[in-house]
């Protein structure tokens, strides 16, 4: 039987453990009892408090429909206000709530932390070239060298990012990387690390392997960990707010939003060349062709998208995992996303997809409320 898509909005009790640790001052919800009132979605603790909650009824309906109508066997879309960190939109498909759940390998959206722990080395740019062959579909021991006799092909770390090439990164990595300055990064990023959000959720798995062939492969994003949809949209909103690690939040506060910004993740100057870099994803990279209408026109005139794609398939039973997470407008960020759908080798439709959809409610809704 077909999953239904479900408004997560906290794990069952059996998904807490053993991932999930109490945490002072974190929440958490009964999802069996989340609905509407007075125009608010609000859910009790486990004690039967009752909570109001950030999410917006309308941006709730359209993810819940754009992710029934992408038919993946598990899949998620979270949506996130960079300026406040409000969650605006939940939702999940499948037998688990796969935002909050570490349930995907993170693919070459982990190359965004790749990238920012390059450029905060200083040793790199986006000019910086790098020559290559092969790696498409899996890097090997032969492949992790310079070879002018094999290597064919040459880009930019910055093009490179916006069109996936995994030798790129791999190398780099090796270069001018340590396992410890990947992990280190990925964490302050929100993976491999606690996500500052107000309920229980469980922290993303993380493996950055010391060999030289498994940290070039992880570097790449090849099976280094899981990651949830919830991480990936920290990692993104953080990238938004110039290297700020703004935290999320899904329980509704009283009074107006106090500054509670959690140090920098990441140099400004880092996080604005890495804006730049995501938008090659949407002008001519992996996402060119989505963001774009058949006659080449963009979908979202007059305005730049970052973003960052994700295709990896594996596990048991085998699934196709496509992600796509970023922001909009990227030079003015007001809104994050992180999509994540889990298919069959042969699929119905792609995380980039979703998220232009997604992206696309959201902009209609703004307009209609100005």
Known sequence: MRAAVFLSLCLVSELLTPQVEAAPGRVSLDLRRAHLARGKY???????????????PRLQASAEKILKRARPHEGAIVLS???TGKILAWASRGPQDAVATPMAPSASVFKVVTAAALLESQKVSP????????????IEQEDLYDDRSRDDRCTTLGDALGH???LVFARMALKHLTPEDLRETAEQLGIGEEIPINIQVPRSQLRIPEDELGFARAAAGFWNGKMSALSALFLMHTVANRGE?????IL??????SDRALGRALRISTANTLIRMLEVTTRRGTSAKVFHDENGRKVFPGMHVAG????????KPTRMFSWFAGFAPS???????????ANDVKWWTKGNMVAREMLEAYFEHEKSRH
């Open 127 to 138: 000019m910086t070239r790098q020559c290559y062959s092969g790696g498409e579909h899996g």
């Open 252 to 257: 509704e506060e009283d009074g107006p939003p």
């Open 331 to 341: 030079r003015s960020p007001r809104v994050a996303i992180s999509v994540m759908l």
């Open 81 to 83: 206000d960079v300026r």
């Open 308 to 315: 960052k794609t994700g295709t990896l398939i594996g596990g």
């Open 42 to 56: 609000v859910a009790p603790t486990r004690d039967g408090e009752p909570k109001r909650l950030t999410l917006d």
């Open 164 to 166: 996936s090439v995994n």
């Open 245 to 249: 690690r703004v935290p999320l939040s």
